[in-house]
C-alpha cells in the first residue's frame, strides 16, 4: 500500500507537542540540520523535517496510509501535481525510447482516455525494465496505479516510478472508437482520436533511417550512418498525407512512414473510415497521425451526432464521388449514413439536386462527378 510523509505543518506540530519547542524553534533547527545535505535533497521540506524528527529528536511521526487510490480520469491527472498515489487507465497510443542527455536509456509513451491523452515517462533502468516484461502494445488498454506526475517547462507528465503498478487490461471498459473526438474540436499539441474519411491522398517516398525517417544519401537496402540512430540499413520511407473529414470538418492528416509500413499503404488508403489518434499542430494546420486503430470487426461508424444540412451533403458528395472515382448509389447512400449521419431519403435528396444542377452524372450505375 503506498503511503507519504505527513504535511510538514502536521510534523511540526507533533514534535512541538512532544518536545515543548515553538513552532519557529524548531524551523531553525531544521534549517541547520539540512546543510549536512546535499542540495537536491534539502529542497524538500517534508523530508528534511521527517528526518530531523527521527534522526535528532527520536520521533517518528505516524505516517498516514494512503488508500489505494481510485482509478481518475486523464484530465484529473494533467490537473494534479501529486508527486505519487495518483492511478489512471487508457489506451497506449505510442511509446519509444530515447537517450537522456545523461547518456541514460528512457522510455516516453502517450495514454489517452475519453478526456484527452497525456505523455508519460519513464527514467529508472529497473522502472524500464519491469515495463518492458509487460509486453506492453500500442492500442493495448492499460491502467496505472500510483504514479506521479511531474512538470518540466510548463508541461506535464506522467512519471512511472518502482512502486507504480502497471496493469493490462483485456477486456477493455470503452473502445478506442469511443474516444474519438469533432475534429472541429481539436485542441492544439493535444493527441486526440478522431474519425475520418480520407478524401484525397498523396505519397512522398524517399530512401531514409527505419527508426527516424530522417533521408539518408544512400540506395535503399545499403549501410548508412544515421545522425540520431548510428549505423542503420537505409529502407524506403512513404509518407501519406491526406485531406480527411469526418462529414463536417476537413483537415490535412500525415501518416508517418513507421505507420504506412506497419498497415499497408493500400489498407489505409483503401479503408472508408479510419479511426485516428493523432497530434494537431495548429500552426501547420496538420494532424500528425500517431496510431492507427484498424477495424478488426464491423463496428457502426458513427463520427458525430449532428445532423448535416442539404448543403453540406451536396458538398461533400461530389468530393467522395471523386475521391472513390465514382460510387453506386447503395455505396454513396452507405457512405454518407456513416460519415455524416445521412439517412436514405436525405442523401437521395441531395444526389438529385447535384443531378440537377448537372455537378455529378450517372453511368452504368456509378455516380461521377461532372468535369
Ligand atoms: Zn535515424
Given at each position: 500500500m503506498p503511503t507519504s510523509l505527513p504535511p510538514v505543518?502536521?510534523?511540526?506540530?507533533?514534535?512541538?507537542?512532544?518536545?515543548?519547542?515553538?513552532?519557529?524553534?524548531l524551523k531553525k533547527a531544521i534549517e541547520e540540520y539540512s546543510t549536512k545535505y546535499a542540495e537536491v535533497i534539502r529542497s524538500s521540506d517534508r523530508l528534511m523535517t521527517y528526518l530531523y524528527l527521527k534522526e535528532e529528536l527520536g520521533l517518528t511521526p505516524p505516517i498516514s496510509t494512503v488508500p489505494?487510490?481510485?482509478?481518475?480520469?486523464?484530465e484529473e491527472v494533467k490537473k494534479s501535481l501529486a508527486k505519487s498515489g495518483l492511478s489512471t487507465e487508457g489506451y497506449l497510443i505510442r511509446q519509444w525510447t530515447f537517450t537522456t542527455s545523461s547518456q541514460?536509456?528512457?522510455i516516453g509513451f502517450i495514454l489517452l482516455d475519453k478526456t484527452g491523452s497525456m505523455l508519460g515517462m519513464l527514467f529508472n533502468e529497473q522502472v524500464i525494465e519491469n515495463w518492458k516484461n509487460h509486453n506492453l502494445q500500442t492500442g493495448d488498454f492499460i491502467r496505472l496505479r500510483n504514479f506521479g506526475v511531474n512538470e518540466y517547462e510548463g508541461r506535464k507528465s506522467m512519471r512511472i516510478s518502482a512502486r507504480t503498478q502497471i496493469e493490462k487490461v483485456n477486456k477493455p471498459p470503452y473502445s478506442i472508437e469511443e474516444t474519438a473526438t469533432p475534429i472541429s474540436q481539436l485542441r492544439d499539441g493535444e493527441c486526440l482520436v478522431i474519425h475520418a474519411t480520407l478524401l484525397t491522398t498523396e505519397e512522398t517516398e524517399y530512401i531514409g533511417c527505419p527508426y527516424c525517417g530522417r533521408k539518408?544519401?544512400?540506395?535503399?537496402?545499403?549501410?548508412?550512418?544515421?545522425?540520431?540512430?548510428?549505423?542503420?540499413i537505409a529502407e524506403k520511407q512513404t509518407w501519406i498525407r491526406a485531406l480527411a473529414t469526418d462529414g463536417t470538418e476537413d483537415i490535412q492528416v500525415t501518416i508517418p512512414p513507421r505507420l504506412v509500413k506497419k498497415y499497408g499503404?493500400?489498407?489505409?488508403?483503401?479503408?472508408?473510415?479510419?479511426?485516428?489518434?493523432?497530434t494537431y499542430r495548429k500552426s501547420e494546420g496538420e494532424f500528425m497521425v500517431e496510431y492507427i486503430a484498424m477495424p478488426t470487426q464491423k463496428t457502426e461508424a458513427k463520427p458525430q451526432t449532428v445532423k448535416p444540412s442539404a448543403n453540406m451533403l451536396e458538398e461533400k458528395i461530389p468530393l467522395l464521388l471523386q475521391s472513390w472515382?465514382?460510387?453506386?448509389?447503395d455505396k454513396l447512400i452507405e457512405q454518407c449514413r456513416n460519415l455524416m449521419n445521412a439517412t436514405e431519403e436525405e442523401t437521395r435528396k441531395a444526389i438529385e439536386n447535384l443531378m440537377n444542377q448537372g455537378k455529378i452524372k450517372l453511368e452504368k450505375g456509378i455516380y461521377t462527378v461532372t468535369n
Open positions: 505543518e502536521e510534523m511540526l506540530n507533533f514534535a512541538s507537542e512532544r518536545t515543548g519547542k515553538t513552532i519557529e524553534q489505494p487510490s481510485e482509478i481518475v480520469s486523464i541514460n536509456e528512457a539518408l544519401d544512400v540506395k535503399e537496402g545499403q549501410k548508412a550512418d544515421c545522425q540520431k540512430c548510428g549505423e542503420v499503404k493500400k489498407a489505409i488508403e483503401d479503408s472508408y473510415i479510419l479511426t485516428l489518434a493523432g472515382n465514382g460510387m453506386p448509389e
